[in-house]
């Protein structure tokens, strides 16, 4: 009789973009994203890439981050320089005048040179939560760079805006006091989409391109945005904002449109960049009368090559390939991994579980793999017949219902396992 199997005979591998199999959660549990208009593609497509879209009242945004958040995050002092940056009329405030490393003061100069002393500040230092409010109570707007790394709810938000999108996206925070303006007239080398959450905010957008291209008379737009209003900006679109007479929060979702000659300039440098150079393209050229001839002969077969590459391009499949580069339809999520290691230790062959991710199951001669998202998990052959009615099973089951020819402490291990990598979960 075979051993039974432990922890030791299990491994889990990264699984290639192109191969993932599986994985999106079966049942996932949505937070409550109200501002996030689930048709939001159709409402953006009539000015996608094009122009300037406003839509009032979209949902209730207050929930979204809060004063209470903002307190909360500078409070647990793990901001970092790249995270936070203060602005005030187009000007950034130097980050050492609110950034402080431990809980003293530190000094202008201490025998160590400037770059050692701003390198401290930047990898060790922190926003201390007076300083950034004195500075916003003065007129400073303070801007939370990539949030979505590190607000959960916002991650999630982001994660919607994906989803529908199919672009990679990003998102950043902007809390501007009364009376105030951070940025003069500027326009962002991205679309975005802004989500008013807090108080309001007064807007001056200018014509886009693309409507300053058709029409040169069009004018200036002043609109004021309300908690749940939606704002759309194609990139290059000049626009500034100021608050009146109370604070304001709004969130900015950033994104590339691709267009369709960045497209097409993409596929084609991959096919140029295919043609590597030979040793007589790398050499120097003659001196000039001392026969060059050939050089007319040599760009004349690359030429030649050249049209033999595109007329063997695939284009349909190189223009899908590059747009699945831009895209991120799942994002990794950055909580629960340690509830399930914990949630584990507690598993018995009595638990029931439930499946939280879907998975797919196959064999080869020694091995059995579970796909699981962009994870596999590879075990001994014989666990596969447990593994593919585990995928199958009705539920809730637990590890000694499942039929295969499995013992018992097999059964259990591999359970515990999967509760760890997040793919089996107790159930409520």
Same mark, same amino acid.
């Given at each position: 009789?075979?051993?039974? %199997? ?17 994985? *999106? ?14 048709? /939001?593609?159709?409402?953006?497509? $009539? ?21 209470? &958040?903002?307190?909360? /995050? ?7 320089? *790249? ?43 922190? $926003? ?9 109570? *003065? ?14 709810? /916002? ?32 326009? &962002? $080398? ?45 990139? +290059? ?8 007479? +109370? ?47 050939? %050089? ?26 590059? %747009? ?37 199951v196959e064999q080869t001669d020694e091995k059995a793999h579970l796909y699981f998202g962009q994870r596999c998990l590879i075990t001994p052959r014989t666990a596969f017949a447990f593994l593919e009615a585990l995928t199958r099973a009705q539920e ?5 219902? %499942?039929?295969?020819?499995? &013992? ?9 396992? /999967? ?10």
């Open positions: 009789m075979s051993q039974p %199997l432990t922890e030791a005979d299990f491994a889990t591998v990264d699984v290639p973009a192109a191969s993932q199999k599986g994985g *999106a959660p079966s049942a996932p549990v949505k937070p409550d994203l109200a501002p996030f208009p689930h048709d /939001l593609v159709k409402e953006l497509s $009539p000015a996608w890439g094009k122009r300037r879209l406003h839509r009032a009242g979209i949902a209730d945004a207050s929930h979204l981050f809060t004063a209470t &958040d903002i307190d909360q /995050l500078l409070a647990s002092r793990t901001l970092r320089v *790249a995270n936070m940056w203060l602005v005030h009329h187009g000007k950034t405030i130097p980050p050492s005048q609110y950034i402080r490393v431990g809980d003293g003061e530190q000094p202008r100069s201490n025998g160590r040179s400037d770059v050692g002393r701003v390198m401290t500040l930047a990898t060790e230092g922190s $926003p201390d939560p007076q300083r950034v409010a004195q500075f916003i109570a *003065a007129g400073a707007t303070m801007t939370l760079n990539l949030a979505d790394g590190f607000v959960p709810v /916002l991650s999630d938000l982001c994660d919607e805006f994906e989803a529908q999108l199919k672009l990679k996206c990003a998102l950043n925070v902007f809390v501007t006091p009364p009376s105030a303006r951070g940025f003069n007239l500027h326009s &962002d $080398p991205h679309d975005v989409v802004v989500i008013q959450t807090h108080g309001t905010k007064q807007w001056e957008i200018h014509p886009t391109p693309w409507e300053k291209e058709r029409d040169p008379d069009a004018t200036v737009q002043q609109l004021t945005l309300h908690p749940g209003d939606l704002l759309y900006l194609p990139e +290059g679109t000049p626009h500034m904002a100021m608050t009146e007479d +109370g604070l304001s929060v709004h969130l900015t979702v950033q994104f590339n449109v691709p267009t369709y000659d960045l497209v097409a300039q993409r596929v084609l440098d991959e096919v140029l960049s295919a043609l590597k150079p030979t040793e007589m393209w790398a050499r120097p050229l003659d001196l000039p009368g001392q026969g060059t001839g050939d %050089l007319a002969d040599h760009v004349t077969r690359t030429r030649n090559q050249l049209v033999d590459a595109l007329q063997q391009l695939n284009v349909p499949a190189a223009t899908s390939s590059h %747009l699945n580069s831009r895209s991120r339809t799942r994002r990794s999520k950055r909580t629960g991994c340690f509830l399930a290691i914990a949630e584990a230790d507690s598993v018995t062959t009595d638990t029931l579980l439930q499946r939280a991710r879907e998975a797919q809730p089951f637990t590890a000694a219902d %499942l039929p295969a020819d499995l &013992d018992s402490a097999s059964r259990l291990a591999l359970c515990k396992r /999967l509760v760890r990598e997040g793919v089996l979960t107790a159930s409520a």
